[in-house]
């Protein structure tokens, strides 16, 4: 599982490598110019911040889906259970019943 640390780890590890020069001079004499590398690290480094990000995303995404549905097939059982329809709600409860299995099928639909 993809935690937020992680995530974290990824940004602190893009904020250290931007903070280097991309001009590295070795004994006074030879300059060796990195910034083609750097910039290929930073790169890979958002790559895969923004995979893991995506990732938690999908994750959570998926969570909330599968507990509107396990909510929705409650609520509908509760209401076939107690012979209310959907249609035709007689009193409060089925009224407000309905209400909420018709906002959970909105959500479900997007």
Known sequence: MVTVQ?????????????????????????RVDARPFKQSLLNTIRHWSLMFKQHLINHITHRSLV?????????SFALQKQNYCLCKPTGALAYRTSFEVAILIKYLKR
């Open 6 to 30: 992680q995530i974290d780890t990824y940004e602190q590890l893009y904020s250290e490598v931007d903070a280097f020069d991309g001009i590295v001079l070795f004994e006074n004499w030879f």
């Open 67 to 75: 507990f509107l549905t396990m909510t929705a097939r409650s609520k």
